[in-house]
């Protein structure tokens, strides 16, 4: 069949048209498609630029070990910062308030060392009433005008002490030389399934414990901050930066650290339970301050109360001193009593020996209780008292037991209430004496080591023979969870010579358990 010329020729066109058609079709196709390739690559090119300055989150599990909850934590890197701009600016005021205090006169020093016999409560000679420090007139009332005028600025310091309110976290302090050991506190911290952040105050950190916290302890949501960077006065000041030598790291990590609610941990110490509760039970809901107590009896000179202007406390044989290597802090209740244990501390070389006497381990630690006490401000200490590690004399391998403040709590009221008794009434372990440095595992097995020059190695335990009390005490082994959590951090994936030693002595001390 054949068209006429006309239609032969339209149908001509109608072809034309609808190839020109399906052409612009396929090069808008093709247009559209470059344009969104070219949006992809830049996209992917600002996600990555933005990541390479934020850093990304990552999620790392902690593997699990015997008594262990694993757990998983993030972290966002860089950890290692310093202050913000309203903790500068409170830090400006407060060592302003401090320097315009300072007492007059030598460093208060006892005259003679207390014997043991008489502020221990099973001495001979044990007594409540010690009294052995004189002062010239000229310093006392030096020492009782300025602590008068320092008090009175925490009127205007206090309520504007710096936190995140109702924010928990735990705050731990360490020297350079202790940063493994902190690194074990934090281990425990996460084997015992705590999920509470870390702040970690850090004196004068090498570029290498830099670079730790930005790695390692970063995975386990530790936050590790430079004493030094918050301690910068103003250039306008008539004062120095202040250089702190041991005790008064405690107090002023407390002051900058961000959280309102504070474990705070001596880098020696750890929970052997998990310790999150215990902000929303009591006694901390009612006081806002929990410490634990030394073993010994309290020595605090009769002449600081005259020069705090308060009310000495009664004594019994039952009253202890206080240990602050443990403490519950809740900064917006005790801004005041924080910032006078800052100010006792500031003036250790006063005040150290006015709360001590000569005693044994004099330094910060009645400063926290007494900073509560002068200004009537509630806090418990733990009834309990405090146990050594092992049985016998204080010694190589000893250490202190905490009690669980809930239960002491419980245990001291009229009327008891009856509750499911735990495994153990312990919560914490302070390893005072032994020192369980993460980095310098060897070093430790060289003190310990009962082996002599050319025989091979014979290894114990560094608890001894006691371990099976510390099994009662803990609930579990916790000498042998210590020894696994350092070596999964250190030596999980190492085939070094030193590692093989420690593996060596896990297997020979504990492989019998496994």
Known sequence: MFLPLEDSKSAAWANVLASRRHLVKITAILIAT????????????????????????????????????TSTYEAESPQFTGPTSQVADFWSRLSNELYKAEPKGDEIVSPRSL????????????????????????????????????????????????????????????????????????????????????????DSASEYERKLCNTSLAALDVQCLNMD???????????????FEKFEFKAFALIFSSFQNILFLDSDAFPIRKPDYLFDVEPYKSHGLVTWPDFWLPTISPLFYEIAEAQMPNRTMKSRASESGIML??????????????????????YYQLHSQGAWGSGDKETFTQGAVVLGNPFWQVKQNAMMLT????????????????????????????????????????????????????????????????EEEEWSRIWGPDYNLVVKKAGYDLEKVIWEEAIKANCDHSLLDECERIRNYYDAVFGQDA
């Not at 925490?154 to 924010?167: G, H, M």
């Not at 009434?425 to 003190?447: P, Q």
């Open 229 to 243: 960077d918050f301690l910068h006065v103003p250039k306008s000041a008539n004062y120095s930066t202040p250089h």
């Open 115 to 202: 014997d043991p016999e008489q502020f221990s409560p099973q001495g001979s000679k044990a007594q409540i009433d010690i009294d052995v420090l004189e002062l010239p007139t000229e310093q006392f009332e030096s020492l009782k005008q300025t602590h008068h005028d320092y008090v009175q600025s925490l009127r205007y310091l206090a309520p504007d002490l710096p936190f995140v309110p109702d924010t928990r976290g735990v705050v731990i302090t360490a020297s350079g030389a202790n940063f493994g050991i902190a690194a074990t506190a934090v281990l425990m911290l996460r084997h015992v399934g705590s999920k509470l952040p870390v702040q970690l105050f850090l």
């Open 329 to 350: 802090y809740d900064k917006a209740r005790h801004a005041d009593s924080l910032l006078l244990a800052a100010y006792y501390n500031f003036y250790g070389k006063y």
């Open 34 to 69: 470059i344009f969104a390739l070219s949006l992809w690559i830049f996209s992917s090119d600002l996600s990555y630029t933005y990541q390479r300055i934020t850093a990304p989150k990552f999620k790392p599990e902690l593997s699990s070990s015997s008594n262990a909850t």
């Open 391 to 454: 049985s016998g004399e204080i010694h190589y391998g000893s250490g202190i037991w905490q009690a669980d403040p809930e239960i002491d709590w419980k245990s001291n009221q009229k009327k008891p209430a009856k509750r499911e008794i735990p495994i153990t009434t312990t919560m914490f372990a302070h390893l005072n004496r032994v020192k369980f440095d993460t980095r310098r595992l060897n070093a430790l097995l060289d003190e310990i080591s009962e082996t002599k020059e050319g």
